[in-house]
């Protein structure tokens, strides 16, 4: 009961397209019919909103780590065996929840299962389960956008490497579902990957259009 609880709970909270309601409330229309089309803060800066992408940001990555953090709460710490290894239920809980939740924001009951890439979402989730992974994850993500001014690239890279850096510093059933957050972070950026590699990806700018 509580995984079928922590899965449906997830899911609709990570379906709530806040990048999409905050245009709307601002009066800058449907955002999906801007820049790449995505509801995610990337495309939202393009509206030269830094404001409100900031909010978006925020807002997204709440929404996945507050689902786990609060299915951890409320669910009891008995030991159980998980795939043949014993935890707890409260981890089993937020994990679930916060992976739904980031299934929610990819695919959104709400936008006919059309929703963004899960970037924002995931860091929020994997900060509540593993701040020294999620610290990780961000400092690359922060270098190689830097670096190279591809918000893609960057989510990429660091999609690639969070499951080492959770391997390290969290346990086994961690790195499973952020192994499978990985895959489905570089899943969502195959149009992304394909753009790179022919050199046509757009960078971060942060101009007015």
């Not at 409320?74 to 043949?84: A, H, I, K, R």
């Not at 389960?129 to 190279?148: D, H, K, R």
């Not at 690639?160 to 961690?174: H, Q, R, S």
Request: one cysteine or more; proline letters at 2%; aromatic letters at 12%.
């Amino acid at each position: 009961m509580y995984i079928l609880l922590s899965a449906l709970g997830g899911y609709l909270l990570g379906s709530i397209p806040f990048g999409l309601v905050l245009c709307y409330l601002a009066g800058l229309g449907d955002i999906r019919k801007i820049g790449s089309g995505n509801i995610g803060a990337t495309n939202v800066l393009r509206t030269g909103r830094k404001d409100l992408a900031l909010l978006t940001v925020l807002l997204d990555a709440s929404k996945a780590g507050f689902a786990a953090w609060m299915a951890g709460k409320l669910t009891q710490q008995n030991p159980e065996m998980f795939c043949g290894i014993m935890t707890n239920t409260s981890l089993v809980a937020a994990l679930i929840a916060g992976t739904c939740a980031i299934l929610g924001h990819n695919f959104p009951v709400w936008l006919k299962f059309k929703g963004g890439k899960g970037v924002a979402s995931a860091f929020g989730f994997i900060l509540v389960i593993s701040p020294m992974v999620a610290l990780s994850a961000f400092a690359t993500w922060l270098v190689v956008a830097i670096l190279f001014r591809y918000s893609s690239l960057a989510a990429i890279t660091a999609a690639v490497l969070t499951p080492l850096y959770t391997f390290f510093f969290a346990g086994v059933i961690e790195t499973a579902f952020i192994t499978f957050i990985a895959v489905l972070v570089l899943a969502r950026h195959h149009a992304n990957i394909s753009r790179l590699l022919q050199g046509k990806e757009s960078k971060i700018s942060f101009k007015k259009k």
